[in-house]
């Protein structure tokens, strides 16, 4: 990775999907991650809306968004919709993006959240933030080895 300074403060972690959108919260002072909430929306604008409330609400230093591709790391059509969203919220809020390999962040939300006592469809409301939590923890934990890239 070329020497790129790293956001520090308050992080927003995404797990972009078409229907559900799962937002993390997190701090490179403490270096742990939270799940925040799931946003749904029947439009780009109502989910866009929501995220703008949480960025005045948390005042990020940055935003990090799961880039999902195959195991093998090859893109497909999700990774494209991915970057456009991470691309969109540059474009709106001005904040620096991150981009953040995901290629296992909902299987390991799904064990968390299996370990927890939450299964079948119980998981379903909590799933996309857990996710957003297992991908921002993983940019804060090791950003150098988490598969990321500056937008």
Do not use: C, Y
């Not at 991915?82 to 981009?99: S, T």
Request: glycine share 10%; hydrophobic share 45%; charged share 20%.
């Amino acid at each position: 990775m070329p020497d790129v300074a790293l956001p520090q403060g308050a992080l927003l972690g995404f797990d972009f999907g078409q229907a559900r959108i799962g937002v993390a919260l997190g701090n490179t002072e403490v270096a742990i991650a939270h799940p925040l909430e799931t946003i749904t929306g029947d439009s780009n604008d109502q989910r866009f809306a929501r995220i703008g409330v949480l960025i005045q609400e948390w005042s990020p230093a940055a935003l990090v968004v799961g880039l999902p591709t195959h195991a093998d790391g090859t893109p497909h059509e999700m990774t494209r919709l991915a970057r456009k969203f991470a691309q969109r919220l540059h474009g709106r809020f001005g904040l620096p993006v991150w981009l953040v390999d995901e290629r296992h962040s909902s299987q390991v939300a799904e064990v968390q959240l299996n370990d927890a006592g939450l299964r079948g469809r119980r998981q379903k409301p909590a799933l996309d933030q857990v996710a957003a939590q297992v991908i921002l923890q993983s940019f804060l934990d090791m950003p150098q080895a988490a598969g990321i890239e500056p937008l």
